[in-house]
């Protein structure tokens, strides 16, 4: 599983110009999904990314975590990280999961963030989105579960 994650002001996806999930401070989550992952992938990566020290204190350092701010998440689906561009000019999907898999762990990451009392927002799986955000840094990382 791969996250490319956004520290962010503010940030929304909308689906056919309808506004389908919107945050505040938090992080903007794409989440990316293989043919090997597994639901402990998506634990593993969540983890990460709750406790990850990317928001400033007082003294501007980087000490809290998204739960440190009472942050939210907006996580949107995106096949396009599993894209292998080293041969050819079209990009290869071969390695990111079938849609039935993909969408499972999408909705099991986006789950146990909930029962972890994590505010989440979502984009559409499967559905053309645009996401528009503040990146606050920037601060743009990218995570993965293997």
């Given at each position: 599983?791969?996250?490319?994650?956004?520290?962010?002001?503010?940030?929304?996806?909308?689906?056919?110009?309808?506004?389908?999930?919107?945050?505040?401070?938090?992080?903007?989550?794409?989440?990316?999904?293989?043919?090997?992952?597994?639901?402990?992938?998506?634990?593993?990566l969540l983890d990460k990314i709750r406790y990850l020290r990317i928001f400033e204190d007082e003294a501007g350092k980087m000490n809290r975590s998204l739960l440190d701010i009472s942050g939210a998440l907006l996580v949107v689906s995106q096949f396009t990280l599993y894209g292998d561009c080293r041969k050819?000019?079209?990009?290869?999907?071969?390695?990111?999961?079938?849609?039935?898999?993909?969408?499972?762990?999408?909705?099991h990451f986006i789950s146990t963030a909930h029962?972890?009392?994590?505010?989440v927002e979502t984009g559409r799986f499967r559905a053309m989105m645009d996401v528009s955000l503040v990146n606050d840094g920037p601060m743009t990382l990218i995570l993965e579960s293997r």
């Open positions: 599983m791969k996250a490319v994650i956004q520290r962010v002001k503010e940030s929304a996806v909308s689906v056919e110009g309808r506004m389908v999930g919107r945050i505040g401070r938090g992080i903007l989550v794409l989440l990316g999904v293989s043919r090997d992952d597994t639901p402990r992938d998506a634990e593993y050819g000019r079209r990009p290869s999907f071969a390695q990111a999961a079938p849609p039935e898999k993909a969408e499972a762990l999408y909705d029962a972890h009392g994590i505010p």
